[in-house]
């Protein structure tokens, strides 16, 4: 049974920092490209960052890039998000899926409960 399991959301200052893990199971990690969306009240889902299989290639969305880092251990079975600073607009639910390597969401095919991420000013 594939699982897709987020930590590390929280509620934390603008300019400050947080760090999302993404624990995989009941599939190969190192198989797939791996994305983290997020999903802000009363908005639409929205691609934040995609990680290749290896990890040598990465892509963002461009209200993140600079601020955030996706990476990914296969040996862990974990994928990352780095946040650093952190903007109120950051808040949302934070997603990580499995799936393409695109910042299309419906090119992911399994998807985590998420995680919350409150910034505030």
């Known amino acids: 049974q594939v699982q897709l399991v987020e930590f590390g959301g929280g509620l934390v200052q603008a300019g400050g920092s947080l760090r999302l893990s993404c624990t995989a199971s009941g599939f190969i990690l190192s198989n797939h490209a791996m994305g983290w969306f997020r999903q802000a009240p009363g908005k639409e889902r929205e691609f934040v960052a995609a990680i290749i299989w290896s990890g040598s290639r990465t892509y963002y969305a461009d209200s993140v890039k600079g601020r955030f880092t996706i990476s990914r251990d296969n040996g862990k079975n974990t994928v990352y998000l780095q946040m650093n600073s952190l903007k109120p607009e950051d808040t949302a639910v934070y997603y990580c899926?499995?799936?393409?390597?695109?910042?299309?969401?419906?090119?992911?095919?399994?998807w985590g409960q998420g995680t919350q991420v409150t910034v505030s000013s």
């Open positions: 899926a499995r799936g393409r390597f695109t910042y299309l969401s419906n090119e992911y095919v399994s």
